[in-house]
């Protein structure tokens, strides 16, 4: 049987009630959870919102997210074949699902 | 940023908009690897040599004007960079360090250690902005499409991909600079947001686009095993610095069968190491996970650690032991020669409308030298900048027109919800162009390429959907494949037509290079859909003098 990582997600926007979906994706050594998030868009749902630019060269610095509740870049953090719990940013203005205001403020429209 | 540091500091009030975060995603910012430049500090060199070299690797399709100006440019660029501080490595005794890269003469590429030189440049030129008060930056801002009033450009239209707001910009000038359309590859190095956008902008507001079937393949992009965190051209400054043999599955080192042997260097260029990796593969020589090793086990341990210190220790994070076992790498989708037509000062045939950096086509022909893509981001941002700037204060009597954005705007509403799934319609994208439209390709897998785009675009239909507040993810991915598609054809369009093998294009059915094709394609969209010219040879007269 080949393993499993199921991630759980925190969804929705600010002022809903908080929601979580759990995906499962099959597990293979030495993916990222930007692999993971990815490929749940293609296969699960494209409506579930993150950040990033570069995939994986850890250059944009756009995917920072809490993964286990530890704040760490998506792209960097290994995936694994357990339950991994993923939260936006706690300490940023909350856009919706995964994705939080990191623009500086004079680059945003106003 | 380099055009809008330009254009500010020439008088312009200048406005910089990202589909994505400021100065975070794109092209620059993911180059490891190094910038060429006829700065002479390794040894003596001129900018001649450079566009020598240039003009060999392009294949006889160069834009002489523009490879010109970029070789003659880029030492004053790199070192306004090094002024910036970005950090260019040094010898001891101060002077800058220069790798010998394939296809260069000499050794001509300045760097950033360690694997750092795009997020230096682009630290730096974002400072630099910064610095610049009067540029105004907004990003998260999807630029859907320019407003066209009589045939010029007076501005654009999009949305805000935050808040799903509709937005209108008017503008005296417009400069394209969103790099090129690798994320059409189903293996790319690309970012996010580089599906083509630009090309697909100047296509709708009336430009040409010149040598579209000439997508870049570099050669090296990492495959196995899997690493996380590490982007997978990385390769190229380890061949720099090391060397590095290249093998097939029997451990035999191919290039040499194909191109002149390696000897330990680092020489073929990019269009033939992409071949002859390619054919090993077919020919069933190909490493488990379809590429071919990359070995540096001949390299002492010390020495990859001089080379490279803290990047050792992230390989050793992902289980690999550089010293004891080789990688497999294959080709990947990296950069575009083809784009935007322009003339020397980047004004494309429409008025006030520029392009800057890969987004122009033609600088490069054929086949890019490794080294090149930054100097013309440099060199033709700056060269952009300095024109809309004097373009747009010429034409300060402009005044925007609500009936140019009318159509943009009714489309940026949208109406229809998307019926399937956006993303996998993207990967079916990246797929269609990565079986039919790599670096090797035929007639028929280039004729049902061009109808798996139609069965794709019309899983997409015409109508976008409706916005939905906050980071709308299947809208942009709506917008960015309605770009997709249009530029994926471009492409497509034009690989069908060359009739021959040259440089990135190389055609199973046709593989010779024909001297009668020694000529650009334009491509232009027309009322009836895209709409392809041969145009004459390429610099014909000079080079019957040079014979």
Request: glycine residues 10%.
């Amino acid at each position: 049987m080949s393993a499993i990582a199921t991630l759980v997600i925190r969804r929705g926007a600010p002022g809903q009630e908080p929601a979580w979906s759990r995906f499962e994706v099959a597990y293979q050594p030495g993916q990222s959870v930007l692999d993971a998030l990815r490929r749940i868009r293609i296969e699960h749902d494209p409506t579930l919102a993150f950040r990033y630019s570069c995939i994986n060269a850890n250059a944009c610095k756009e995917c920072m997210m809490l993964v286990d509740g530890k704040t760490t870049y998506a792209c960097t953090a290994r995936l694994e074949p357990r339950e991994m719990r993923l939260e936006p940013l706690p300490n940023k203005p909350h856009i919706r699902d995964l994705v939080t205001e990191i623009a500086p403020p004079d680059e945003r429209l106003p | 940023m380099s055009a809008a540091i330009a254009a500010h500091d020439a008088g312009a009030d200048v406005l910089l908009v990202d589909r994505s975060l400021i100065g975070r995603g794109g092209a620059t910012v993911m180059a490891q690897m190094t910038v060429a430049a006829a700065v002479g500090e390794e040894t003596p060199d001129d900018w001649r040599h450079h566009y020598a070299d240039t003009l060999k690797a392009g294949r006889g399709l160069c834009d002489e004007k523009l490879s010109r100006l970029l070789c003659e440019s880029a030492p004053a660029a790199i070192r306004q960079m090094d002024a910036w501080h970005v950090g260019w490595a040094r010898h001891s005794d101060g002077r800058m360090r220069q790798a010998e890269a394939p296809g260069h003469d000499r050794p001509r590429c300045v760097y950033v250690d360690f694997l750092n030189t795009g997020p230096a440049i682009s630290r730096t030129l974002r400072a630099q902005v910064q610095r610049r008060p009067a540029i105004k930056r907004i990003g998260d801002l999807c630029i859907v499409d320019l407003a066209v009033h009589d045939g010029i450009v007076c501005g654009a239209a999009g949305f805000s991909v935050s808040d799903g707001r509709s937005v209108t910009i008017a503008a005296h000038a417009v400069i394209v600079a969103t790099g090129g359309l690798t994320r059409a590859y189903a293996r790319n190095s690309a970012s996010a947001n580089m599906g083509g956008d630009g090309y697909a902008l100047a296509l709708r507001a009336g430009a040409e686009l010149i040598d579209m079937e000439f997508v870049q393949f570099f050669p090296i992009g990492h495959l196995a095993p899997r690493l996380v965190g590490m982007d997978p051209i990385m390769w190229d400054p380890f061949r720099y610095k090391l060397g590095g043999r290249l093998l097939n599955a029997d451990g035999h080192e191919f290039i040499g069968d194909y191109h002149a042997a390696e000897e330990g260097r680092y020489r073929a260029p990019r269009d033939i190491a992409t071949y002859s990796i390619l054919k090993e593969v077919a020919a069933g020589r190909g490493s488990p996970s379809g590429g071919v090793y990359l070995s540096f086990t001949h390299v002492p341990e010390s020495r990859l650690r001089e080379a490279f210190g803290p990047v050792i220790d992230r390989l050793t994070a992902n289980g690999i032991d550089l010293t004891r076992q080789a990688v497999e790498v294959s080709p990947i989708a990296h950069y575009h020669m083809g784009g935007v037509r322009v003339m020397p000062d980047m004004q494309t045939c429409v008025p006030h409308l520029f392009a800057a950096g890969e987004a122009v086509g033609g600088a490069n022909g054929a086949n890019r030298l490794s080294g090149n893509a930054i100097s013309e981001a440099l060199v033709f941002g700056r060269v952009a900048g300095l024109a809309a700037a004097k373009c747009a204060q010429a034409n300060r009597a402009q005044d925007w027109r609500d009936e140019a954005a009318e159509t943009v705007l009714a489309l940026i509403a949208g109406r229809t919800p998307m019926a399937g799934n956006s993303a996998a319609l993207l990967a079916r994208l990246q797929g269609v162009m990565a079986n039919h439209a790599g670096p090797i390709r035929n007639r028929a897998g280039l004729q049902s390429a061009l109808t798996e785009l139609e069965a794709l675009k019309a899983a997409l239909g015409s109508v976008a959907p409706p916005p939905q507040p906050g980071f709308d993810t299947v809208r942009l991915d709506w917008f960015d494949l309605r770009n997709m598609l249009l530029v994926a054809e471009t492409v497509i369009t034009a690989a069908l037509a060359r009739e021959e093998s040259r440089g990135a294009h190389q055609r199973e059915d046709f593989p010779l290079t024909d001297p009668e094709w020694a000529a650009n394609q334009m491509i232009r969209l027309g009322p009836d859909g895209l709409a392809i010219e041969p145009g004459p040879r390429v610099g014909e007269a000079t080079r019957s003098v040079a014979e």
